[in-house]
């Protein structure tokens, strides 16, 4: 299963909606995405992934993660370096 296959459910539970709606150019703001929500998704992310997400909503970017693709590129990053360590 792909890096987004395994987030879209997590987007999806978020947000109370059918993760069918979604997919990797799924523009989160678009869909409803505050930023509480991003707080939680990352979260969920940690516990799904086994990793710890460096993102601080009131630092970093907003347009870092803009869509789940945008998602499952930091997610593949922070797989990939928990790997290296």
């Known amino acids: 299963m792909s890096t987004v296959e395994r987030l879209i459910p997590i987007v999806a539970k978020q947000l109370g909606r059918d993760p069918g709606e979604?997919?990797?150019?799924?523009?989160?703001?678009?869909?409803?995405?505050e930023s509480l929500d991003v707080i939680e998704t990352i979260?969920?992310?940690?516990?799904?992934?086994?990793i710890d997400v460096n993102y601080n909503a009131n630092v970093d970017d907003p347009d870092k993660l803009r869509t789940i693709g945008d998602?499952?590129?930091?997610?593949d990053e922070a797989v990939a370096a928990k790997g290296a360590q």
Not at 22 to 33: M, V, W
Not at 71 to 75: H, S
């Open 43 to 50: 979260f969920a992310i940690e516990e799904e992934f086994g």
């Open 71 to 75: 998602l499952a590129t930091m997610v």
């Open 22 to 33: 979604f997919s990797a150019s799924t523009d989160l703001q678009e869909a409803g995405y």
